[in-house]
T-cell receptor, first 114, second 111 residues
């Protein structure tokens, strides 16, 4: 049982390049999330998808787009990378509803934009 | 607006000493709070949730609604407890549920 799988694990981009971060979960969770983690800033929500077919902006959506391809997959796209997007990106998934609330996280993608 | 505050960026204790990681929250509804832990360069893992009233790896946390706090405690710290700890608040807006995280506290347990 893999849980939440993110690819790639590391990436270096030049300013202006585009790329897509992939995330897949095999737990049949309804909700999926993308966070970025920066020193001293904690985790900040970029976008989330409460269920298949829906996506919503989080706290820091500018410069990003997302696609909920199906129930398993939720991708994050940087159309024109900027140095300010250098960060560690985490994907997470959860069941909907207050009964659980706990997230399962992927292992992260360490992105550097030069 | 919902907010989670972890006042200490860094906390250093010696092995065997008690440890308390502070977390305060601001939320208009009935809060549901969690502690997550991230060991060096690993993924975040759920440590405990207040609704379970559980003790994991010797850690406990009690929700104090009067003080709007959810501090994480352990009576005797171990070196393997060294990690980044995040307090998180479940934010339910309509049918959407998402976690708001604090900025984290880096705990170092010295031998």
């Amino acid at each position: 049982n893999a849980g939440v799988t993110q690819t790639p694990k590391f990436q270096v981009l030049k300013t202006g390049q585009s790329m897509t971060l992939q995330c897949a979960q095999d737990m049949n969770h309804n909700s999926m999330y993308w966070y970025r983690q920066d020193p001293g800033m904690g985790l900040r929500l970029i976008y989330y998808s409460a269920s298949e077919g829906t996506t919503d902006k989080g706290e820091v959506p500018n410069g990003y787009n997302v696609s909920r391809l199906n129930k398993r997959e939720f991708s994050l796209r940087l159309e024109s990378a900027a140095p300010s997007q250098t960060s560690v990106y985490f994907c997470a998934s959860s069941e909907r509803g207050r009964a659980t609330g706990g997230y399962t996280f992927g292992s992260g993608t360490r992105l550097t934009v030069v | 607006a919902q907010r989670v505050t972890q006042p200490e960026k860094l906390l250093s204790v010696f092995k065997g000493a008690p440890v308390e990681l502070k977390c305060n929250y601001s939320y208009s509804g009935s809060p549901e709070l969690f502690w997550y832990v991230q060991y060096s360069r690993q993924r975040l893992q759920l440590l405990l949730r207040h609704i379970s009233r559980e003790s994991i790896k010797g850690f406990t946390a009690d929700l104090n609604k009067g003080e709007t706090s959810f501090h994480l405690k352990k009576p005797f710290a171990q070196e393997e407890d060294s990690a980044m700890y995040y307090c998180a608040l479940l934010n339910s807006g309509g049918s959407n549920y998402k976690l708001t995280f604090g900025k984290g506290t880096l705990l170092t347990v010295n031998p």
